[in-house]
Nanobody, 117 residues
Framework: VQVVESGGGAVQAGGSLRLSCVHS????????MAWFRQAPGKEREFVALIRWAGGSPNITDSVKGRFTISRDKYNTAVYLQMNNLKPEDTAVYYC???????????WGQGTQVTVSS
């Protein structure tokens, strides 16, 4: 299963970016897709998750009200709309995919987001 992120870049504080992620697995096998991020010198941290069966997404407190996660259910794509970006949002953003029956998550290669003050 291939996981491919896109949409990263460099913006000034207060700006916006939209990250996209698609995976090559079977649509009906998708359980959830999520975004994580890793800043330099820090551990990877959870950002947001959305379940294919529905229900409210999970979003970490530090980005609530600024980031929105959404999905294209039939194209196994997930999006992260990031508004009012702050320098502390600078990180490599990774997409993770949970597939039914898989032992581990599938990860993308990451996309860099850089926010300058």
């Amino acid at each position: 299963v291939q996981v491919v992120e896109s949409g990263g870049g460099a913006v000034q504080a207060g700006g916006s970016l939209r990250l996209s992620c698609v995976h090559s697995g079977r649509t009906f096998s998708t359980v959830a897709m999520a975004w994580f991020r890793q800043a330099p010198g820090k551990e990877r941290e959870f950002v947001a998750l959305i379940r294919w069966a529905g229900g409210s997404p999970n979003i970490t407190d530090s980005v609530k009200g600024r980031f929105t996660i959404s999905r294209d259910k039939y194209n196994t794509a997930v999006y992260l709309q990031m508004n009012n970006l702050k320098p502390e949002d600078t990180a490599v953003y990774y997409c993770a995919v949970d597939l039914r029956g898989a032992r581990e998550k599938y990860w993308g290669q990451g996309t860099q987001v850089t926010v300058s003050s």
